[in-house]
């Protein structure tokens, strides 16, 4: 598959209102590949919007502040991750997604399992798992009108369900396999809630073309 990174920054570079500057891997194609991110840095000379200069819907972003400089980290819809670190005017950013923190774990943990860090793929699917138990928990509290529990309730029968996400080979599925569940618990108590796995499948798509597990 043809690296998409040098395309996306070359995009944002026509269309930003400042300097581009790229790092990391997309200025060593021997380190390129589909689990890359795109990373570069912006000076910006008036403010922009960050889809309209990407040019595709986000799925997810963190942002995040060092200095004086606006750290956005995005994942779009098709898959393609971007680290902006942004200087002088700032990025205008969409609503975040309710359940935006949980799906930015969910895109490093499969590039990280794709990439064959087991450790710290493990350790962001915990985090995902964590939260399922979460929600499960509310459910719990809500069905009995109490958070406190001193013998066992029907719910507690799914943290199983996490031990199962668990159960198979450690891979990006995992990771997958982890949002899944907590997008089916949160649903559960969360009317208008819907999980959005397609991007995550998207990451994944990305990265195994390019080879994976390596």
Not at 92 to 117: C, Q
Not at 151 to 162: F, G, I, V
Request: glycine share 8%; hydrophobic share 45%; no cysteine.
């Amino acid at each position: 598959m043809t690296p998409w990174q040098p395309d996306l920054l070359a995009h944002l570079a026509e269309r930003v209102p400042g300097d581009v500057v790229p790092y990391g891997s997309v200025t060593a194609p021997e380190l390129l590949d589909g689990w890359s991110d795109l990373d570069a840095a912006v000076t910006a000379r008036e403010p922009f919007e960050l889809e309209a200069v990407l040019g595709a819907p986000l799925w997810t972003v963190q942002e995040a502040a060092d200095g004086d400089t606006q750290v956005l980290r995005a994942v779009l819809v098709d898959g393609r991750r971007v680290d902006l670190g942004i200087r002088g005017a700032r990025a205008r950013v969409p609503e975040a997604a309710a359940d935006a923190p949980i799906r930015f774990e969910a895109a490093l943990a499969v590039v990280r399992f794709g990439r064959g860090s087991d450790l710290i793929g493990l350790h962001l699917t915990l985090g995902i798992l964590q939260e399922a138990l979460v929600q499960s928990m509310l459910a719990a509290d809500a069905a009995t009108g109490t958070a406190h529990h001193r013998a066992a309730t029907e719910h507690d029968a799914r943290a199983a369900e996490a031990q199962a996400v668990l159960a198979g080979p450690l891979g990006a599925r995992t990771a997958l396999d982890a949002y899944a569940l907590y997008g089916r618990r949160r649903a559960e108590i969360e009317p208008g809630y819907a999980a959005d796995p397609a991007p995550l499948e998207a990451v994944l798509r990305r990265g195994a073309a390019s080879g994976s597990r390596r």
